[in-house]
């Protein structure tokens, strides 16, 4: 019974292999299980504990995520390590390689955003947010600034330096922001991405802005989506 348990278990994770020398078919026996792309995902901003990451992902369970995080840990993409006290909690975090694959993300974001089938109006999260405005910040448009932005979305602060067509965002006090916006992820992707009006996100509740308002009306033209791809006739 031992042996045909043990036999079932080497053919299941041969089944989880694509077999295959080229490094795109690796790539996704490394990251291709489901959720593993996003755990990655919420980690790109730094270390997360256990519980951040099921707040941050919903739809996952508690047995889905260690799995995930243990294949992750086993293939070298992310390490655990604990925090010195007074915290003295474990968390999560990436390594140097792991980091490396921002330029995915940012690569299959642009790509998925040109579908016709997209539902910007689903759930995501707050790091979900701050890597699309890294990932669709114009160039051209962003020339000349130079600008500290915050944002607060819930518990988590973060802030980013707009420079040089350019926008870093880390976790973060927003002290030193010249602008600040505070509301949901969604409120905050809608007065972004969807063009909504401040003033009227203002009245209703959705959006609180801080700072340069005039910064705040040119910030949320910087990042324009991609024209969705054609249906084929």
Known sequence: MKLEKITKTSETSQRRHYDDACATA???????ERWAL???REL?????RFSDLRASLPGISANVLTQRLEGLEAAGILVRRR?????????????????????IFQS?????????????????????????????LDAKRADGLDARIGFGVGE???????????????RAPLDAADLIFE??????????????????????????????????A?????????????QPA
Not at 26 to 32: K, N, Q, T
Not at 44 to 48: A, I, K, N, S, V
Not at 83 to 103: H, I, K, N
Not at 156 to 170: D, K, N, V, Y
């Open 183 to 216: 509301g949901t992820a969604p409120a905050i992707a809608g007065a972004i991405y969807g063009g909504q009006p401040l003033e009227a996100m203002e009245e209703a509740g959705a959006l609180r802005i801080e700072g340069d308002r005039a910064l705040a």
């Open 38 to 40: 996003l755990v990655m």
């Open 44 to 48: 790109m901003l730094g270390p997360r």
């Open 108 to 136: 299959l974001g642009r790509w998925a955003a040109r579908s016709p089938a997209h539902d910007p109006s689903r759930p995501f999260s707050a790091v979900s947010l701050m890597l699309s405005l890294r990932t669709m």
């Open 26 to 32: 690796h790539a996704l026996d490394l990251v291709g």
């Open 156 to 170: 988590e602060t973060f802030l980013g330096h707009l420079a040089g067509g350019r926008i870093e965002i880390s």
């Open 83 to 103: 925090l010195p006290p007074p915290a003295a909690t474990q968390v999560y975090e990436l390594t140097e390689w792991g980091y490396e694959s921002e330029p």
């Open 218 to 230: 040119r910030f949320t033209t910087l990042f324009p989506l991609p024209p969705k791809a054609g």
